[in-house]
C-alpha cells in the first residue's frame, strides 16, 4: 500500500510539474507576443517620430505663391507612408479645426532627409505643389499626424491622438492659447519677429527650437548636407505668335562634370505635337552649364484659339534638382475671326438677327399689370422648358456670349470696356491683376443666391437642371445675370446699388443699359428679387437699387447688336430668352411710363424678323446716313440727359448733318405711330 500510494504520489507531483511548467511557458509566450506588439508599436511610433516640421514659410509677397512647408527625417530616404499633414485654423471663426489636409503615403524624403511642400513659385521645385495662398498666416497650426487624410475632414477639431509633431505659427497675431492646448504645445513662433515676414521663415534648429532667418526650402537650415546642381530653364518671352521660333535655355548652377542628356515635354491641352517641330531632347555638354533647343511653332490656318506650352522636365539625373518648372508660354493664334457687328463702344444696330421663335412672346399679347409679369415669367422660367446650368458652365458660356466682336480669342468685359484673351480667366482665390472673372449683376450677397447641384463642375450644354420660377439659388448660375469683367474692377464693384456705383471713371458707359436690362429679367424671372427706388442698405437681401438710375441706363443705352448676339447663345442653352432685349419697350409697361397699360407686340415680331432701319456709320464724325427701307417719317437726336438736339425728316436713305461733340447720343425714329430708339457715337 505504501508503495502504491508513493507511487501514485510521485505520478501526480509529474503532472502538477509539467502543468506548472506548461502554464509558464504559455504565461512566457504570451508576455512575448504583447512585448513585441508593444514593441512594433513603440518602433513604429519611434520610426515616425523621427520626421518632424523642418521650416515654414506661411507669408510671401503679394500672391502667396511662394509658402511652402518642409519635413525632415532623421534618416535619408524615409518613406513617409502613414504619415498625414494638417493644417488648423486657429481664428475665430476656423475654431481650431482642420482647413487642409495632405495624405503623404507614396512619398519619400530626399538624400538629405528633406521633404518640400509648397507654392507654385517655389524653389526648388517642391515634392508636393500646393495652390498660391493655401497656407493661412495664423495664429494657425501645421502638424504631422499618424493616419490619412480621410482622418481629417475640413473642420476636425486640432487633437493630440497620433500627434507626431506640430508648429503653431503667426505673423503679429496674440497667442492662441486654446490652439495651444489642444495640441499640447506651450510655444507659438511668430514668423514676424525680425518685422520681415515676407521674405523670411520659421526654421527648426539641431537642438529643436526655432529661429526666424532667409527661408532655405528644400535644404537643411544649418546648411550642411548633400548640395544638388539645380537646373532652370528659361524663354526670352511668355508669349509667341503662331510661326515663330522659340529657344528654350536649360542652365544648371555650376559646369557638368560629364555631359548631362535629359528630356522634357511641351505639349498641353490642345498644343499637340502638330503644332510643333524641333527635339524634345538636351545634352549640357561636360565643363558646360547651358544648352539651348529651339522649337518652330507651325503657322496653321485653324481657328484653334490661342493655346498654352508647357514646359515640363522628365526625369532628373541623380545630383540635380529642379529650380523650375512647368513654364507656360502663351501661344497667340493668328487666325482669329472678327465679327460684322461692333463691341458695345463702336455699337451696330440691326445686323444680329433676333432667333427667337415667331410666336415666343405671343402670351404677352392684350396684357398689362399684374398679368403681363406673370406671363413674362411663364415663359422665361416655365420648368418644362427652361435649363439651369452649373456655375462651371457659365465660363464656358461666356467666352461664347461675351466674345469680342473684333477677336474671337478674346471676351468684351463689362464696366471697363474692354477685351481681354479668353485664357486669362481667374482660377484662384489669388491675385487678379490682368484676369477676368464672373460678375453677378445683381450680387450674390444681395440676391441671397446659393450654389446649384455639382456647380463646381462644367458639364455642357447637354447636362442641366430643372428649373423654376421658385428656384432662386438658380439665379447663381443665370448667364442673363452674370457678365465677364476684369477682376480687381469686379471686386472694387462689390455688393453696392447701381447709381452708388456707376462704373469706372473715364469710361463711357456702354455696359449701364446692358445691366439694366439684366436686372429687370431677374427680377421677373426669379421670386424673391425686386429692383427699387432709391438705396437700399447693403445688406438687404433681396432688393437692389436705383430703378430710377435703371430706367434712364435703359433708355439711354438701347439693346445693340452685340446684345442681341448674346441673347441669342444664351437662349441656345437655358432656352430663356431676355424678352427687354428683344421687346425693349416692355421696360415702359412694367417700371416706366407705359404701366397699367395694354401690351401689343404684333408690331414687334416683324421687326424681329426683318430690321426696318439701319444706322451707319455709327461711330460717326459729321454726318450719319439712315436707311429706311422706303419708309418715311422723322428722326429725332437727343443727348442723355433728354434735351432734343436735331429734328428731321427722313425718306428712303437720308443723309442727317450732325455738328455735336464727342459722346454717345440717342436717335429716335418715327413711323406711323411706332418709335425705335438707336444709340450713335460721335467720335
Known amino acids: 500500500m505504501d508503495q502504491g500510494f508513493s507511487f501514485n504520489f510521485n505520478i501526480k507531483i509529474t503532472l502538477y510539474t509539467i502543468e506548472y511548467t506548461y502554464l509558464v511557458m504559455l504565461i512566457f509566450t504570451i508576455m512575448k507576443n504583447v512585448y513585441l506588439l508593444f514593441f512594433v508599436i513603440v518602433f513604429n511610433n519611434f520610426s515616425f517620430a523621427q520626421v518632424v516640421i523642418n521650416e515654414l514659410d506661411s507669408d510671401t509677397p503679394s500672391t502667396d505663391t511662394m509658402e511652402f512647408i518642409e519635413l525632415k527625417s532623421s534618416t535619408p530616404n524615409f518613406s513617409l507612408d502613414g504619415l498625414v499633414i494638417v493644417l488648423f485654423n486657429g481664428s475665430?471663426?476656423?475654431?481650431?479645426?482642420?482647413?487642409?489636409?495632405?495624405?503623404?503615403?507614396?512619398?519619400?524624403?530626399?538624400?538629405?532627409?528633406?521633404f518640400l511642400i509648397g507654392g507654385p513659385e517655389v524653389s526648388p521645385v517642391p515634392d508636393v505643389l500646393l495652390s498660391e495662398n493655401t497656407i493661412q498666416n495664423g495664429a494657425d497650426a501645421v502638424a504631422i499626424y499618424i493616419g490619412n487624410d480621410t482622418d481629417f475632414p475640413e473642420g476636425t477639431l486640432a487633437t493630440t491622438t497620433n500627434l507626431l509633431d506640430a508648429l503653431i505659427h503667426d505673423t503679429d497675431d496674440a497667442d492662441d492659447m486654446g490652439l495651444m492646448t489642444l495640441l499640447g504645445l506651450s510655444e507659438q513662433i511668430n514668423e514676424d519677429e525680425n518685422n520681415n515676414k515676407t521674405t523670411e521663415s520659421i526654421q527648426r534648429k539641431n537642438d529643436?527650437?526655432?529661429?526666424?532667418?532667409?527661408?532655405?526650402?528644400?535644404?537643411?537650415?544649418?546648411?550642411?548636407?548633400?548640395?544638388?546642381?539645380?537646373?532652370?530653364?528659361?524663354?526670352?518671352?511668355?508669349?509667341y505668335d503662331e510661326g515663330n521660333g522659340i529657344d528654350i535655355v536649360f542652365t544648371t548652377q555650376t559646369n557638368v562634370t560629364s555631359d548631362l542628356t535629359f528630356d522634357f515635354t511641351i505639349t498641353n491641352g490642345t498644343f499637340v505635337a502638330s503644332d510643333y517641330t524641333g527635339s524634345l531632347s538636351v545634352t549640357i555638354p561636360s565643363g558646360t552649364n547651358t544648352s539651348t533647343n529651339v522649337i518652330q511653332v507651325v503657322d496653321d490656318t485653324d481657328d484653334e484659339g490661342d493655346e498654352v506650352m508647357k514646359i515640363t522636365f522628365g526625369t532628373i539625373p541623380t545630383g540635380f534638382n529642379r529650380l523650375n518648372d512647368n513654364k507656360e508660354l502663351r501661344i497667340v493664334d493668328n487666325d482669329f475671326t472678327t465679327a460684322s457687328w461692333g463691341t458695345p463702344l463702336s455699337p451696330t444696330f440691326g445686323i444680329v438677327s433676333n432667333t427667337a421663335?415667331?410666336?415666343?412672346?405671343?402670351?404677352?399679347?392684350?396684357?398689362?399689370?399684374?398679368?403681363?409679369?406673370?406671363?413674362?415669367?411663364?415663359?422665361?422660367?416655365?420648368?418644362?422648358?427652361?435649363r439651369a446650368q452649373t456655375y462651371a458652365d457659365i465660363i464656358d458660356i461666356l467666352k461664347a456670349a461675351d466674345q469680342s466682336p473684333t477677336n474671337s480669342?478674346?471676351?468684351?468685359?463689362?464696366?471697363?470696356?474692354?477685351?481681354?484673351?479668353?485664357?486669362?480667366?481667374?482660377?484662384?482665390?489669388?491675385?487678379?491683376?490682368?484676369k477676368w472673372n464672373r460678375e453677378h449683376t445683381y450680387p450674390r450677397s444681395r440676391g441671397g443666391f446659393n450654389s446649384i447641384d455639382s456647380d463646381d463642375f462644367a458639364d455642357g450644354i447637354n447636362v442641366f437642371t430643372i428649373t423654376r420660377a421658385d428656384s432662386l439659388r438658380h439665379a447663381n448660375s443665370d448667364a442673363h445675370g452674370l457678365r465677364a469683367t476684369d477682376g480687381p474692377e469686379n471686386?472694387?464693384?462689390?455688393?453696392?446699388?447701381?447709381?452708388?456705383?456707376?462704373?469706372?471713371?473715364?469710361?463711357?458707359?456702354?455696359?449701364?443699359?446692358?445691366?439694366?436690362?439684366?436686372?429687370?429679367?431677374?427680377?421677373?424671372?426669379?421670386?424673391?428679387?425686386?429692383?427699387?427706388?432709391?438705396?437700399?442698405?447693403?445688406?438687404?437681401?433681396?432688393?437692389?437699387?436705383?430703378?430710377?438710375?435703371?430706367?434712364?441706363?435703359?433708355?439711354?443705352?438701347?439693346?445693340?447688336?452685340?446684345?442681341?448676339?448674346?441673347?441669342?447663345?444664351?437662349?441656345?442653352?437655358?432656352?430663356?430668352?431676355?424678352?427687354?432685349?428683344?421687346?425693349?419697350?416692355?421696360?415702359?409697361?412694367?417700371?416706366?411710363?407705359?404701366?397699367?397699360?395694354?401690351?401689343?407686340?404684333?408690331?414687334?415680331?416683324?421687326?424681329?424678323?426683318?430690321?426696318?432701319?439701319?444706322?451707319?456709320?455709327?461711330?460717326?464724325?459729321?454726318?450719319?446716313?439712315?436707311?429706311a427701307d422706303g419708309k418715311e417719317g422723322d428722326v429725332e437726336i437727343f443727348d442723355t440727359l433728354g434735351n432734343i438736339l436735331h429734328i428731321q425728316?427722313?425718306?428712303?436713305?437720308?443723309?442727317?448733318?450732325?455738328?455735336?461733340?464727342?459722346?454717345?447720343?440717342?436717335?429716335?425714329?418715327?413711323?406711323?405711330?411706332?418709335?425705335?430708339?438707336k444709340r450713335i457715337v460721335i467720335n
Open 649 to 677: 425728316p427722313f425718306t428712303e436713305t437720308t443723309r442727317i448733318d450732325l455738328a455735336l461733340s464727342s459722346g454717345i447720343y440717342l436717335m429716335k425714329i418715327n413711323h406711323n405711330n411706332i418709335s425705335v430708339m
Open 409 to 434: 480669342n478674346q471676351v468684351w468685359l463689362l464696366y471697363t470696356e474692354e477685351q481681354r484673351p479668353k485664357l486669362d480667366f481667374q482660377t484662384s482665390g489669388g491675385s487678379n491683376v490682368g
Open 491 to 627: 471686386s472694387s464693384r462689390g455688393n453696392q446699388d447701381y447709381g452708388e456705383y456707376s462704373g469706372p471713371s473715364g469710361t463711357q458707359g456702354s455696359w449701364q443699359g446692358d445691366v439694366a436690362r439684366s436686372i429687370f429679367f431677374l427680377t421677373i424671372r426669379y421670386n424673391g428679387l425686386d429692383v427699387v427706388n432709391g438705396d437700399p442698405s447693403n445688406s438687404t437681401v433681396g432688393q437692389l437699387g436705383d430703378l430710377a438710375t435703371l430706367l434712364n441706363w435703359h433708355r439711354n443705352d438701347p439693346p445693340d447688336d452685340f446684345e442681341m448676339n448674346r441673347n441669342n447663345i444664351i437662349y441656345t442653352w437655358q432656352f430663356n430668352r431676355n424678352p427687354f432685349i428683344d421687346q425693349p419697350d416692355l421696360v415702359e409697361y412694367i417700371w416706366g411710363n407705359n404701366v397699367g397699360q395694354t401690351w401689343s407686340n404684333i408690331l414687334s415680331v416683324v421687326d424681329n424678323e426683318a430690321p426696318e432701319f439701319l444706322v451707319y456709320p455709327n461711330p460717326a464724325n459729321n454726318y450719319i446716313m439712315l436707311s
Open 357 to 386: 421663335p415667331v410666336d415666343y412672346y405671343d402670351p404677352l399679347e392684350g396684357l398689362a399689370d399684374a398679368a403681363l409679369v406673370q406671363a413674362i415669367q411663364d415663359i422665361i422660367a416655365d420648368p418644362a422648358v427652361v
Open 208 to 239: 529643436g527650437t526655432y529661429e526666424v532667418k532667409t527661408p532655405t526650402p528644400g535644404a537643411l537650415n544649418d546648411g550642411s548636407g548633400v548640395l544638388f546642381n539645380g537646373i532652370s530653364v528659361t524663354t526670352a518671352q511668355d508669349q
Open 92 to 114: 475665430t471663426s476656423g475654431g481650431d479645426a482642420s482647413y487642409f489636409s495632405l495624405d503623404l503615403d507614396g512619398y519619400t524624403t530626399d538624400v538629405n532627409g528633406v
